[in-house]
């Protein structure tokens, strides 16, 4: 069984750029989330996708987007990238909200992003 | 609204030393409480789920209760050794109608030699 995996693991970005993340899903997992973790915080909610549809979003402005492809597979995409952008991005899987609680989320190891 | 507080933010302790985590959450209609560890730059680890209707779960040297109706959840670490030196943070979930964990700011632990 693999488990979550997300690249690029570092990235530094120029502010007004984009950048695009991505996640593999853990095998059986249908769900994607992804979190925005800035220095010394929790993680916060940026959005989720089932069946390759948004299925929530947290409060992050429009210009943040994804994607979840056929294989359960995700993107995150950033345009016109802020100073405070610079964080670590995390993706976690999992499996139907019906069967949540019973076996809870699997993060990847994130991805570090520095924007200059 | 949900909010999730840790408590202390920060912990040293010498090797050896029983540890117990705090966090807390206002509101109780939670399905589960998940514990994770994070190690300086790294992802999470997920140590112990609390379902909704279970009060503790153990995980060698792990204890995790989960009190629903005060709001609280402990995190013992029994024994604790260098090894365990992270950021743990705790999160409960599913929240606001999908699959959307609420976490706290996490305590950092260092356990010196």
């Known amino acids: 069984e693999t488990g979550v995996t997300q690249s690029p693991t570092h990235l530094i970005k120029t502010r007004g750029q984009q950048v695009t993340l991505r996640c593999s899903s853990q095998?059986?997992?249908?769900?994607v989330s992804w979190y925005q973790q800035a220095l010394g915080q929790g993680p916060q909610f940026i959005f989720q996708?089932?069946?390759?549809?948004?299925?929530g979003r947290g409060n992050f402005p429009p210009r943040f987007s994804g994607l979840q492809f056929p294989n359960y597979s995700s993107e995150l995409n950033v345009n016109a990238l802020e100073l405070d952008d610079s964080a670590l991005y995390l993706c976690?899987?999992?499996?139907?909200?019906?069967?949540?609680?019973?076996?809870?989320?699997?993060f990847g190891s994130g991805t570090r992003l520095t924007v200059v | 609204k949900q909010e999730v507080t840790q408590i202390p933010a920060a912990l040293s302790v010498p090797e050896g030393e029983n540890l117990v985590l705090n966090c807390s959450f206002t509101?109780?209609?939670?399905?589960?409480l998940q514990w994770f560890r994070q190690d300086p730059g790294k992802g999470l680890t997920s140590l112990l789920l609390?379902?909704?209707?279970?009060r503790e779960q153990t995980s060698g040297r792990l204890n995790a209760s989960l009190d629903k109706s005060s709001g609280r959840s402990t995190l013992y670490i029994a024994a604790s050794q260098p090894g365990d030196s992270a950021t743990y943070l705790c999160?409960?979930?599913?929240?606001?109608?999908?699959?959307?964990?609420?976490f706290g700011a996490g305590t950092r632990l260092a356990v010196h030699p």
């Open positions: 976690a899987s999992s499996l139907r909200f019906s069967e949540i609680a019973n076996y809870g989320y699997t």
């Open positions: 095998s059986g997992h249908n769900t």
């Open positions: 996708y089932y069946r390759e549809e948004e299925n």
């Open positions: 509101d109780s209609a939670i399905y589960n």
């Open positions: 609390i379902q909704s209707s279970q």
């Open positions: 999160a409960v979930g599913p929240w606001g109608g999908y699959n959307k964990l609420i």
